[in-house]
């Protein structure tokens, strides 16, 4: 079965700092990284997603993030965050047999 | 183009009383799932379907969950009777397959008294 962990349960920054919020993942074979960004009330939404090629993957609203198969990681970068990034982020993997695993989310906070 | 759409938003019933939920998937998904996300976690899968076969129920509590996708396209998510610990967001989502993003719906949030 596969496992993600999400180092980090809560993440306070001031605005305009970087940022990286951290992901594990467990598996011996290829994965499917994902990223989604959830607001308040909302559904979840796709940030970025690696599925092959360049290690480092870029999304949506300026964040990015490296693939790292020695390490089984996949952290989230971003160099400024904005107020509007406050939001709970999750990490995903999945496999080929099209199962989606979610790990139990970071709460980003982002202090004017 | 429509995104996964889910019905209704929120709902609030008595403990012991039944409960649906309903989604329509992106068109051409051929993928279905459902997931319950309670508080501050992560999104858990309830139950997937390819087209109308249900290939993963195994999370699914089926002494009073129930699901079915008629023709492979909408899908509706039963409870039977509700418990207060059924309070939660229910989730759907549809994508094309293997390797691919899932798309989501605004979620069901549902709350037992």
């Known amino acids: 079965a596969q496992s993600v962990t999400q180092l980090d349960s809560q993440v306070p920054v001031f605005e305009e700092a970087p940022v990286e919020l951290r992901c594990n993942y467990s598996?011996?074979?290829?994965?499917?990284l994902f990223w989604y960004v959830q607001y308040p009330n909302q559904g979840l939404q796709l940030l970025l997603k690696?599925?092959?090629?360049?290690?480092l993957v870029k999304g949506i609203n300026g964040f990015e993030a490296e693939f790292n198969k020695s390490q089984t990681s996949f952290h989230l970068r971003k160099p400024s965050v904005h107020i509007s990034d406050t939001a709970e982020y999750f990490c995903?993997?999945?496999?080929?047999?099209?199962?989606?695993?979610f790990g139990t989310g970071t709460s980003l906070t982002v202090i004017p | 183009e429509a995104g996964v759409v889910q019905s209704p938003r929120y709902k609030i019933i008595e403990k012991k009383q039944p409960v649906a939920f309903w989604c329509n998937p992106i068109?051409?998904?051929?993928?279905l799932y459902w997931y319950r996300q309670n508080l501050g976690q992560g999104p858990e899968l309830l139950i997937r379907?390819?087209?109308?076969?249900?290939?993963?129920d195994s999370q699914l509590p089926k002494d009073r969950f129930s699901a079915e996708r008629l023709k492979g396209v909408d899908s509706t998510l039963k409870i039977q009777p509700a418990e207060l610990g059924d309070s939660a967001v229910y989730l759907c989502?549809?994508?094309?397959?293997?390797?691919?993003?899932?798309?989501f719906g605004q979620g069901t949030r549902l709350t037992v008294v």
């Open positions: 995903a993997v999945t496999r080929n047999n099209n199962q989606f695993y």
């Open positions: 598996s011996s074979v290829s994965v499917y």
């Open positions: 690696y599925l092959s090629g360049s290690t």
């Open positions: 068109s051409g998904h051929n993928t």
């Open positions: 379907y390819e087209n109308e076969e249900a290939v993963d």
């Open positions: 989502a549809s994508n094309l397959g293997q390797g691919t993003e899932a798309f």
